[in-house]
């Protein structure tokens, strides 16, 4: 009995070691056993998720190493988790005496430039036109053994929620960004939908036109059903990814 134990738990081990993406140089693993298309390269893993029916929103997520080099030429000195650690505790300190966390204006979280210095994040994906429009909101936890810092945006156009969480961390002295997109086609859906065809064509034409605009929304315009299973999406990422 106990033998039969022991084999069950070591084929587990095997399938879910086999089911992780590692990137030994870059020092992290990832739990991707859900992905349905990956993306490899040097310093970067994005990986997409199976659908799910019983959520709205579809996940992808990347992270990237940054090199140390960039990491100090991001920060403006010489990079370690020990400087990460004093600049996520200033934003500590602002959040406990509840203050703006960009009271402070850190390079930590500054991701133009991490672009800048060639990270390719998604956040740089988007043109520039589209970065006027939208505002970053920061937050600051500890995840795990992790201390966190997450820049987040969140943007409406034609009937779809685009959420960006960008969470940046330090283990071993390295710089990771764990990036989470998020589209949502259901969350701004109008629930009266019913009578749409029965209104002049003009009218619908004006409604097109205006959901074409590109809207920046803040997390207090969602449900809260939404801003949860987006935030989870994204939690689920970071508690997946294991740094050696």
Sequence with gaps: MKKAAVICIALLTLVNSALAYENKDAGFKVNDKHAVSTTVK????????????????EHTHTINYVHNEVASNICGEEFSTSFFDEQFE???LLKRCEL?????SLAIWNLDKYVEQGVELPYGNLDEETKKVIKSFLSVEKIG???????SHLYKQNRKLHALNTSILSANNKLYTLTTVSLNTEALTPKNDDNSNE?????????????????NITPAEL???VRTEIWEGHLNFLKSVKFT
């Design 42 to 57: 040097e310093d970067s893993y994005t990986f997409t998720c199976s659908p799910n029916p019983e959520v709205k929103s």
């Design 199 to 215: 209104e002049p064509a003009i009218i619908k034409r004006m409604q097109e036109r205006e959901e074409a605009k590109l809207v």
């Design 223 to 225: 449900d809260a059903e």
């Design 100 to 104: 703006s966390l960009k009271t402070i």
């Design 90 to 92: 200033k934003l500590t």
């Design 145 to 151: 053994k992790h201390k966190v810092i997450t820049v």
